[in-house]
């Protein structure tokens, strides 16, 4: 049962470290989402790939997030320095988008990394 | 602009009772829908999606692209349908917009 990786699973640091997210899509998949889940938000979408290549990052703050793809089958988004606001479950999610003639396939969620910062 | 309505933060019902997690959406095109399901500290699972028609768990949940609604329904709620329910249109060209979510607290 193939499914999308994220370490760590839990992070605990203190205000002002880098954190570094990691995801694994599952294989083939073309697309990659970050979303961040607070109890105040819900899930907010951060930001998104295709192809590796960047769409959408307009849900993260610019100035301390960053997420790329390295290559297909490795996603980060880095925070640095980190806030306490920054506390929150952040989730990656893969998907197969194939084009117009095609029923569009579901995301598949990671387990998400809990981060706690002090 | 896209946008999913789930009026209901928190729905409590006892067990046996009947469900309905209402989601309203507003959305260019013509999206499919999804639910989703996260049960306590896991991820976001896929419940069901609009166009396979199928039962899943018992629930269920029709499109009415007239009132733009994706409501979803079990006839008898069981403890372990205690949950975050997310709505979710998809369009395959942009992310799942998620609503709020609503957490479903089935009562012994």
């Known amino acids: 049962d193939a499914r999308v990786t994220q370490t760590p699973r839990h992070k605990v640091t203190e205000m002002g470290q880098e954190v570094t997210m990691r995801c694994q899509p599952i294989l083939g998949h073309n697309t990659v989402f970050w979303y961040r889940q607070t109890m105040m938000q819900g899930l907010e979408l951060l930001a998104y790939?295709?192809?590796?290549?960047?769409?959408?990052d307009s849900g993260m703050p610019k100035d301390r997030f960053s997420a790329e793809m390295p290559d297909a089958t490795l996603a980060t988004l880095k925070i640095q320095p980190s806030e306490p606001r920054d506390s929150a479950v952040y989730f990656c999610?893969?998907?197969?988008?194939?084009?117009?003639?095609?029923?569009?396939?579901?995301?598949?969620f990671g387990d998400g990394t809990r981060l706690s910062i002090l | 602009a896209q946008r999913v309505t789930q009026p209901e933060k928190l729905l409590s019902v006892f067990k046996g009772a009947p469900v309905e997690l209402k989601c309203n959406y507003s959305y260019s095109g013509s999206p499919e829908l999804f639910w989703y399901v996260q049960y306590s500290r896991q991820r976001l699972q896929l419940l069901l999606r609009h166009i396979s028609r199928e039962s899943i768990k018992g629930f269920t949940a029709d499109l009415n692209k007239g009132e733009t609604s994706f409501h979803l329904k079990k006839p008898f709620a069981q403890e372990e349908d205690s949950a975050m329910y997310y709505c979710a249109p998809y369009s395959g060209n942009t992310p799942l917009v998620f609503g709020k979510g609503t957490r479903l607290s089935v009562i012994a």
């Open positions: 999610a893969s998907g197969l988008v194939q084009g117009a003639q095609y029923s569009n396939q579901p995301q598949h």
């Open positions: 790939f295709r192809n590796r290549a960047p769409l959408d």
